[in-house]
């Protein structure tokens, strides 16, 4: 990661900085790093790229039956989020970048030397993470958006604009991107190390999915309850029959059904390893 020096303006001496100055700090620091650009950047890339060429190839040609409305919408959302568990590890990437990187070069201790509070820091890297995530995410969706639906079109596709739920299956999709970036963020204060957090990070949204299908058919619903498979759900259309359903149908958890049963298991994810960090960066030398 590189860094860059931080102006004094934004890092005065101990005890002089507010909230306020403490987000205005983390915000410079955030965005003077060369490697929140490179991840953003990518991020857009990936996700109009890959909405793009998943536009241009989905049809309803060789299914059984005539689409419904649904089924398109939800085809629809799929072609715009398709790429979203890549970003996911994308934005993961940074999250722990954001805190561990600064363990690795030692810039901690001037920043709690600084906040010798502490949390006012935790909160503040949270909070600047979690909007540039959101506002970045929410841009590649609108973005992709036009250029999906103009290629479904070329397909006999016709997605309804003024449908709200497609908006806001669109809205989880970065929700969903902003869980996972806190998650990830809180994991790397937890380890205070880039190279354990990405690791432990990938382990959590790739790994333990994958070990949780080899479970007993009724354990299999565990599945449900790590970030990945609960932002599916949180970026899923709401329809009973969908158009993966029609192509090969899929296991459905008996556990959590709904999208804001999955947005809520993130929330809980995130809340909880958050907490973790908050409670160990108060206990240990920075």
Known sequence: MSTTNVSPVFM??????????????????FRSVRS???VYAILLTVTVGIGAQMSSSLSFDGMPGVPTQDAIQDMAVYAVT????FGALIVGVLGVIVIAGEYGTGMIQSTVTAVPRRLPVLLAKALVLAVATFVVSAVTFAITVPVSVWL????????RLDDPQYWIALLGGAGYLVLVGLIAFSIGAVLRSTAGGIGATFGL??????VANFLPTGAQNIAILFPSVAGDLLMS?????SWVDLAAPTAVSDWITEPWQAGLTLIAWAAV?????AVLLKQRDA
């Open 205 to 210: 949204l790739l790994v333990a999915p994958l």
């Open 237 to 241: 259309y709401p329809t009973e029959q």
């Open 82 to 85: 398709v790429s979203t568990d």
């Open 273 to 277: 390893l958050f907490t973790a960090a």
């Open 152 to 159: 479904l079109e070329g397909s006999g596709v016709a997605v």
């Open 36 to 38: 929140t650009w490179w």
């Open 12 to 29: 005065p001496a101990e005890g002089d900085l507010d909230f306020g100055g403490v987000i205005r700090s983390e915000w410079v620091k």
